[in-house]
């Protein structure tokens, strides 16, 4: 094997294994920052003995015995922690049994890997430094990847992830489930913190496209991990088919010169449909659980009912419309308002949708989102009110931050300045 074979598969060994390797550690040391540290060191021993003696055959446990290796070395040297910390210390030994001992640890890997996403998307943490941290963490991202990913400094990535692990250690944060009563509001942390990176890709907000896949590939690679985990909780079921059935629009959303295709244009028969029945699915489990649909789970069946319509012409905006009802007594945001007033709309005429959006208007929260302008152009636009919405579309271009979206928009006012 090539010192660059041996290396790429490293990486891809490190991506698969790292969140088990960081999760045991952590239960292990207690500390995330150390343990990251350690199955780095892990990481790095293999960088040095793989090529030469090739890569071992279970590689997730090797690199735990020598990341345990590393540990009980490290705390012998730290006479105070050694006097504080004798019976981890001894612990660590007595699991320092080789490969074979070490393959036991897939025994505890789901608790413990449950146990690392609740705490990296802790809510002592601002949503950023969560975000960041899941990727590392749990998505085996360098902070490169993620800095890129986002269009940020690297430097601040770096900050922020350094800034979470200190902020987890002073808050003594522990490494366990929460209980019944706290688990509600984590699990929330959670599914907010992997959607938000697969919105990220899915409508990338800044930079020159429209999406990036490997965000998505991330997202639905933790959301379906916790799937597993979270067997009976319904609105992980609901963000699992959300994710799968958007994403199965991908090749389909942007057109030959990365212009966005807006979901009635759509090639249908470029969509995924392996993820569109892994989301059906995925609704059906949710729906299965019982009790009123949540957020995820009304947002999913939103994108089932386009997922079903074998044409743009046989969807049942209707029912979309009061899924969007639903959906804005649960989370009466703004953005879900927008969004319904589309669906308005679509079933009831655009002047029944520009309604709405006309008292969204003043919301604070909508000033800079260049989508508000952009639905108002385009109902404004079906009413043939052409000159103001024109007006409306060079609005949401000077607000957009994405290079596509700027120049759809753009386009979409020059049209109107021709009609």
Request: hydrophobic letters at 45%.
């Amino acid at each position: 094997m090539t010192l660059h074979d041996a290396n790429r598969t490293i990486d891809a060994i490190w991506r698969i294994e790292s969140p088990k390797l960081i999760a045991g550690l952590t239960r292990m040391v207690g500390d995330i920052g150390v343990a990251e540290e350690l199955a780095q060191d892990a990481v790095v021993a293999a960088l040095v003995q793989w090529p030469e003696s090739g890569i071992p055959g279970n590689p997730g446990a090797w690199l735990m015995t020598i990341a345990k290796r590393r540990a009980i070395d490290r705390f012998r040297r730290d006479d105070a922690f050694a006097r504080k910390n004798e019976l981890l210390i001894r612990d660590l030994e007595l699991r320092d049994g080789g490969e074979h001992e070490a393959d036991k640890l897939d025994d505890e890997f789901e608790d413990d890997l449950l146990r690392l996403i609740f705490i990296a998307c802790h809510p002592v943490l601002s949503v950023k430094a969560r975000v960041a941290l899941t990727l590392r963490l749990l998505g085996g991202l360098t902070t490169a990847e993620i800095a890129r990913a986002f269009l940020v400094e690297e430097p601040t990535i770096a900050q922020r992830i350094v800034r979470a692990k200190r902020t987890l250690s002073e808050a003594h944060v522990p490494f366990e489930v929460p209980g019944a009563s706290e688990r509600a509001a984590r699990l929330s942390s959670v599914l907010e913190v992997i959607y938000l990176v697969f919105n990220e890709g899915y409508s990338a907000t800044a930079g020159d496209d429209l999406i990036r896949p490997e965000l998505c590939v991330d997202a639905l690679r933790l959301g379906r991990v916790l799937a597993e985990l979270a067997p009976g909780e319904a609105e992980v079921h609901g963000l699992v088919a959300l994710m799968e059935i958007q994403a199965s629009r991908s090749k389909a959303r942007v057109g030959p010169s990365g212009e966005p295709i807006l979901l009635l244009e759509q090639d249908r028969g470029k969509w995924d449909h392996l993820l569109i029945r892994r989301g059906l699915a995925a609704l059906e489990r949710a729906e299965r659980l019982g009790g009123a649909l949540g957020p995820y789970a009304l947002q999913a069946a939103i994108a089932a009912n386009h997922a079903r319509s074998r044409t743009a012409d046989e969807t049942d905006w209707t029912r979309i419309a009061a899924l969007y009802d639903a959906l804005a007594e649960v989370i009466p945001s703004p953005v879900v308002h927008l969004n319904r007033a589309v669906a308005i709309g679509m079933a009831y005429g655009p002047q029944a949708g520009l309604e709405i959006v006309d008292a969204l208007t003043t919301e604070p929260a909508l000033r800079t989102y260049h989508l508000l302008p952009s639905v108002r152009g385009d109902l404004l636009e079906k009413l043939g009110r052409f000159s103001e919405a024109r007006g409306e579309f060079e609005r949401a271009a000077s607000l957009a931050q994405n290079a596509r979206d700027r120049a759809f928009l753009l386009e979409r006012a020059a049209k109107c300045a021709m009609s």
